[in-house]
């Protein structure tokens, strides 16, 4: 959960390569195919010196932010992107709310051990800070801001939260799009 993933992979010697053929991936898709509304998403993005570093080696491999419409925004799942979003979104065009790991990482505990997975709960008041936080900063700053997390598909009460808090978009389970749906309609 917490070792070598995310963007510290990205910029670091032993996985760059690979990196580089997913960049080219990206750039073939863009520019060959057409599809220029895709967006990359950078997961686990520690600090913001580490985005600075994988934002580098995306341009080394002809994916400039900005350039030709590229977007590229920042999983938002560890306390310290709620902390400083204010400069996460100067070099990010965006923030998706991974509220699973941000609930595992702001109460310290592993949702799929038994000894302690009664305590996740997406809900809890921490985590909600958190989300409600990063959803003004976001705003504040322009830049576009949804959640990708398991929680609006489970409870609706969750998902009206995120509305009120003003969240651009909200993933869900293609079994709760209805039923969610009209749970936010009342």
Same mark, same amino acid.
């Given at each position: ?7 510290? /992979? ?10 580089? @053929? ?7 898709? /863009? ?10 998403? &950078?997961?686990?993005?520690? =600090? ?19 350039? #030709?419409?590229?977007?590229? *925004? ?9 902390? @400083?979003? /204010?400069?996460?979104?100067? &070099? ?9 790991? @941000? =609930? ?7 949702? #799929? ?15 909600? =800070?958190? &989300? ?14 949804? &959640? ?6 489970? *409870? ?11 969240? #651009?978009?909200?993933? @869900? ?14």
């Amino acid at each position: 959960m917490m070792g070598w993933r995310g963007a510290s /992979r990205y910029y670091d010697e032993h996985f760059k390569q690979a990196f580089a @053929l997913e960049c080219v991936a990206v750039k073939k898709a /863009r520019e060959e195919w057409g599809l220029k509304n895709l967006i990359v998403m &950078i997961p686990f993005c520690r =600090t913001v010196e580490e985005g600075k570093k994988v934002l580098k080696v995306m341009d080394e491999h002809g994916l400039a932010r900005g350039k #030709d419409g590229l977007q590229v *925004y920042m999983m938002v799942e560890i306390p310290s992107n709620v902390i @400083l979003a /204010r400069e996460f979104a100067k &070099i990010f065009d965006g923030f998706s709310i991974g509220s699973n790991d @941000l =609930t595992q990482l702001t109460l310290g505990v592993d949702r #799929d051990s038994q000894l302690v997975s009664h305590i996740y709960n997406e809900r809890n008041e921490a985590v909600k =800070t958190l &989300i409600s936080q990063v959803i003004k900063v976001a705003h504040e700053n322009k830049v576009k801001v949804g &959640i990708c997390g398991q929680a609006p598909s489970d *409870y609706p009460e969750f998902a009206e939260f995120l509305v009120k808090a003003g969240i #651009d978009s909200i993933s @869900l389970n293609p079994d709760t799009v209805v039923k969610t749906w009209r749970a936010l309609s009342v």
